[in-house]
Each structure stands twice: as structure tokens, then as C-alpha cells.
């Protein structure tokens, strides 16, 4: 069974990285105009608060992060930035200029408030093969944000991307049952993707406490986590945010052994 071979795992070769989305700090900027908060700045706190990677979302209609932004994190970014972004020749466009560690290939609404279901890879293939090529031709390593779901991860491996983010939004949101059905499909979906050679993160919706279990699936390397910690932060500032949570998806991790 998939629980019993992650408990028997070395945890010590499968450390847990943070990526921290600082999309809202942008959010709060832009409704008042001005400079203030300065995601940049977020950024920093974000770095010595344990944060391993720094996560930002170019939306097409910029209604936080904004193309200077993006210019100045990897000008002054020691950590990895990975960009999430439409699958638009636009956006490929600036990827290319900007080069970030990683680009996430997201579905785009302009009237969603915030990104609500995977990519679906496998209707859209043939649309995305081309621009998948053309990133990694830049020496982008692409990410396909998508369901935990057999079939999307079948065909991300065709795609040749190097990684997905599993969406936990629905394990997340869901109650007692639903949260168990979709923690045993991100299982399935993780140790599909490891076996095929793809790097699995997985993100959306977590907070201190649902994150746990998804902490301890030993083939996920890498959780975002950008809303939550933005509002924790209101409360407790923002590099106690982020040390609580690297201290915790650390500690669930560490359980396992």
C-alpha cells in the first residue's frame, strides 16, 4: 500500500521545500495605489523567514503581481522564482525576457477570483506541446498545475514537462469524506508522477492545519502556499508565518520516520 512504503521511507532524501506566492501582497498594494506593501520586500522577509522559492502569478488583466515586479525579483532574487502564468504567446513572451527558475502553467479566467481548478492537459496537449518546447528551449524548467488525476499525469510525462503541482483546492474546501477521497487520488498522482520521472508539488488552498497530510506524501517535494500565510501574516507578520509553516510540513515530514 502507498502508506506503508511512506512510512518505511528516508525522509532524510526527501526533504520538503516551501514555496511562498506573495500574490497578495501585490493584491494589497494595488487597492490603494502606490508602493506599499512592496512585494519585493515581502519577498526578502520570505527568504530568511525558511521560504526555499518565492511563487508570483502574471495574470493577463495584472490585477496584483505586475510586470516590474516580476523584473525586479529576479533581479534581486538569491531563491528560485517560479512565474504561474496563462498558456498565452503573451506570457510566454515575458517568460522568455525574464527567465524564471520555473514556469507554472495555470488555467486563466478573467471573472474567477483566484485560479479554481487544475490545467487540463489532456484536451489542451496539442496547444501546449509547442509552448512547453519553446520554454524549456529558454532553460525554463515548466510545471503543469493540474487535478490529481491519472490521466493528466500520463500526459504531462508525454508533454515532456519536468514537473506538476498537484491542486489540493478540492481536498482542501471538502469535508470530512471528500478530503479523504482526494488525499488517496493526490497519493496515486504523486507516486504516478516520481515513477515517470517527474518532480510532484502540490498547492492551493492549505493552511497550518490541512497541510500536514499532504506534507507526509514522501514523493511530493514541493508545496506553494501564498493566500494563507498573506492573511496569518495580518495577525503575525509575515516571517512568523513562514517559519510556523516551514516548521511544520518539516515536522510531518520528520514523522515519518
Known amino acids: 500500500m ?8 528516508d525522509t532524510s532524501s526527501h526533504p520538503l ?8 501582497i501585490a493584491t494589497l498594494r494595488n487597492a490603494r495605489g502606490g508602493q506599499d506593501p512592496d512585494p519585493v520586500l515581502a519577498a526578502h522577509v520570505a527568504a530568511n523567514s525558511g521560504a526555499d522559492s518565492i511563487t508570483v502569478h502574471l495574470r493577463e488583466d495584472r490585477r496584483h ?31 522568455k525576457v ?5 514556469v ?10 483566484t485560479t479554481e481548478g487544475g490545467l487540463d492537459l489532456v484536451t489542451h496537449k496539442d496547444r501546449l506541446f509547442p509552448m512547453v518546447q519553446e520554454l524549456k528551449s529558454s532553460g525554463i524548467k515548466v510545471t503543469g498545475f493540474i487535478d490529481p488525476n491519472i490521466d493528466q499525469i500520463e500526459t504531462a510525462k508525454e508533454m515532456e514537462l519536468d514537473s506538476v503541482e498537484l491542486h489540493t483546492g478540492v481536498y482542501c474546501d471538502g469535508g470530512a469524506i471528500v478530503k479523504k477521497q482526494e ?14 520521472g517527474l518532480k510532484c508539488h502540490a498547492g492551493h488552498g492549505l493552511n497550518f492545519d490541512n497541510v500536514v497530510a499532504v506534507a507526509q506524501i514522501i514523493e511530493i517535494s514541493e508545496l506553494n502556499i501564498g493566500h494563507f500565510l498573506i492573511c496569518d501574516a495580518v495577525f ?7 517559519s510556523r509553516m516551514k516548521d511544520i510540513i518539516t515536522e510531518a515530514r520528520s514523522s515519518l520516520t
Request: glycine residues 4%.
Open 2 to 9: 502507498i502508506k506503508s512504503e511512506m512510512v518505511e521511507a
Open 17 to 24: 521545500c516551501l514555496g511562498v506566492n506573495i500574490d497578495h
Open 65 to 95: 503581481i505586475r510586470d516590474r515586479d516580476i523584473e525586479r525579483l529576479k533581479d534581486q532574487l538569491t531563491l528560485p522564482l517560479n512565474m504561474e502564468m496563462a498558456c498565452t504567446v503573451e506570457m510566454v513572451e515575458i517568460a
Open 98 to 102: 525574464i527567465l524564471p527558475s520555473t
Open 104 to 113: 507554472c502553467l495555470v488555467p486563466e479566467k478573467r471573472e474567477e477570483l
Open 183 to 196: 488525499l488517496v487520488k493526490i497519493k496515486k498522482s504523486a507516486l504516478l508522477a516520481t515513477k515517470y
Open 236 to 242: 503575525s507578520g509575515l516571517g512568523s508565518s513562514v
